[in-house]
T-cell receptor
Framework: SQKIEQNSEALNIQEGKTATLTCNYTNYSPAYLQWYRQDPGRGPVFLLLIRENEKEKRKERLKVTFDTTLKQSLFHITASQPADSATYLCAPLGGYNKLIFGAGTRLAVHP | NAGVTQTPKFQVLKTGQSMTLQCAQDMNHNSMYWYRQDPGMGLRLIYY???????DKGEVPNGYNVSRLNKREFSLRLESAAPSQTSVYFC????????????FGPGTRLTVL
């Protein structure tokens, strides 16, 4: 079955550093992959979409890579701030009209 | 423009009771979704509706039913609640899959005793 793996342990980093989150997927080849941010007690909010033919996508301080050979996406936040503290969800396209969500990685940015 | 709205925000049920979770979107989206989110397990798809008048099972449909009432509204019904259905439920809509984003509601936190 299709499986998504994200680091289950929280990532703790110092303000100003770059945070890197990993998403690995197995047993399929998604044409698209999305990243979402989720704050406690709220619904996920879309951040970025990357297509299989795009190696890298950027939006302000965010950068996403998509390696279809390794079956992996990396999500980077540069110059991180305490306000970036949240859970980040990886969501490859799992079939027509469906996303498959990873369990998410919690990021904590300390001043 | 309210986006995706859900009611209620919180609910406590006893085992065997029934209830309906309501969801509405005002973005004129065709596709709507119901997910449940449990600690450490991420969002799991319960049911989805690709367009008005159609519904399909997702990964975890057992114990649930859905109704796509019209283009705006998509409800989720628990006929006989069980403690295993204690979870946070999110409704989402998707305007033009897979090219853009899903929009999520604020969630319903359900506890079944």
């Amino acid at each position: 079955s299709q499986k998504i793996e994200q680091n289950s342990e929280a990532l703790n980093i110092q303000e100003g550093k770059t945070a890197t989150l990993t998403c690995n997927y197995t047993n399929y080849s998604p044409a698209y992959l999305q990243w979402y941010r989720q704050d406690p007690g709220r619904g996920p909010v879309f951040l970025l979409l990357i297509r299989e033919n795009e190696k890298e996508k950027r939006k302000e301080r965010l950068k996403v890579t998509f390696d279809t050979t390794l079956k992996q996406s990396l999500f980077h936040i540069t110059a991180s701030q305490p306000a970036d503290s949240a859970t980040y969800l990886c969501a490859p396209l799992g079939g027509y009209n469906k996303l498959i969500f990873g369990a998410g990685t919690r990021l904590a940015v300390h001043p | 423009n309210a986006g995706v709205t859900q009611t209620p925000k919180f609910q406590v049920l006893k085992t065997g009771q029934s209830m309906t979770l309501q969801c509405a979107q005002d973005m004129n989206h065709n596709s709507m979704y119901w997910y449940r989110q449990d600690p450490g397990m991420g969002l799991r798809l319960i049911y989805y509706s690709a367009s008005e008048g159609t519904t399909d099972k997702g990964e975890v449909p057992n114990g649930y039913n859905v109704s796509r009432l019209n283009k705006r509204e998509f409800s989720l019904r628990l006929e006989s609640a069980a403690p295993s259905q204690t979870s946070v439920y999110f409704c989402a809509s998707w305007g033009e899959p897979p090219y853009n984003e899903q929009f999520f509601g604020p969630g319903t936190r359900l506890t079944v005793l």
